[in-house]
């Protein structure tokens, strides 16, 4: 069972719930809340330790989008990249979307989920990833705006992007 969340959905939520984490403790009925929320400030504009993680390219990136959507069965090339209508590439970003036939995205999410993890991004939620300082969120849907899809046909997106040094 997939759960189908739009990539720019899930985006929000995970910053929703980031900030509520940093969030926690900002109140307390002793006066000592904004020392909380200073510190907890402090902590959050304060890069990450990622240990020994070396950064990750953008050209890595797209390089590694491909080849999980190569091993779950698609070829890349009929989907439509960032950076393909004018060969300009957003350095913080790697999108990818192809019109594909539903039984085959059934079986292709959890396929290029499974090469991602081998090739070291980590999964943070159902169909979402991370890998030092890039957030990768895969969706499919049935019914898109502005695209017409034949009854057997989904809407498939990969979206990457690059959160900045921390």
């Not at 809340?33 to 390219?57: D, I, L």
């Not at 085959?104 to 943070?124: D, F, N, S, Y």
């Not at 969706?139 to 898109?144: E, H, L, P, R, T």
Request: proline share 4%; with cysteine; charged share 20%.
């Amino acid at each position: 069972m997939h759960i189908r969340v739009r990539p720019q959905t899930a985006a929000v939520i995970a910053l929703a719930a980031s900030a509520a984490l940093v969030l926690t403790g900002c109140s307390s009925s002793d006066g000592s809340g904004e020392v909380a929320a200073q510190k907890a400030a402090a902590s959050a504009a304060q890069p990450a330790a990622k240990g020994a993680e070396p950064p990750v390219s953008r050209d890595t990136v797209d390089q590694e989008v491909r080849s999980a959507l190569r091993a779950a069965g698609l070829d890349p090339e009929k989907g439509k990249g960032s950076g393909d209508a004018d060969n300009t590439k957003n350095a913080s970003q790697v999108d990818w979307t192809a019109v594909v036939n539903t039984q085959q995205v059934e079986g292709a999410l959890p396929r290029i989920g499974e090469h991602l993890k081998h090739l070291g991004w980590r999964e943070t939620a159902p169909q979402s990833y991370e890998q030092t300082d890039w957030v990768l969120l895969i969706g499919s849907v049935k019914q898109a705006a502005g695209v017409n899809l034949k009854a057997n046909e989904s809407l498939l997106t990969v979206n990457v992007t690059y959160l900045g040094a921390g």
